[in-house]
């Protein structure tokens, strides 16, 4: 059960550290939240309504970890091609600059 934890919250936390790196700190505040209060909720629901116990608790983790890498992953790359569509507008406008 640890090892499906593991990769999810490898991959997220690469990701996370990768929006940082672009300049976006906001952004992991606004995963971590909801991310908070839903693996309180499922794990609530899991380990005393399920009765799953300590595996309720591990498959809360692992849903949260998935869902916010899934997120995570679509807004690096979703921002990375904004940042690469704003460097190669601004290559061009330099370069027409020189130009003329």
């Given at each position: 059960m640890i090892?499906?934890?593991?990769f999810p919250k490898a991959v997220n936390v690469v990701i996370?550290?990768?929006i940082k790196g672009t300049g976006n700190t906001r952004w992991s505040l606004?995963?971590?939240?909801?991310?908070?209060?839903?693996?309180?909720l499922l794990?609530?629901?899991f380990m005393f309504v399920c009765k799953l116990e300590l595996p309720g608790l591990?498959?809360?983790i692992f849903i949260d970890e998935l869902w916010r890498a899934v997120?995570?992953?679509a807004k690096f790359f979703l921002s990375s091609k904004e940042?690469?569509?704003k460097?190669?507008?601004k290559k061009i406008r330099v370069l027409f600059s020189y130009s003329s």
């Open positions: 090892i499906l934890i593991s996370t550290n990768s606004f995963t971590q939240l909801p991310g908070t209060l839903s693996v309180i794990a609530y629901i591990f498959l809360a997120v995570n992953y940042l690469s569509l460097l190669l507008i």
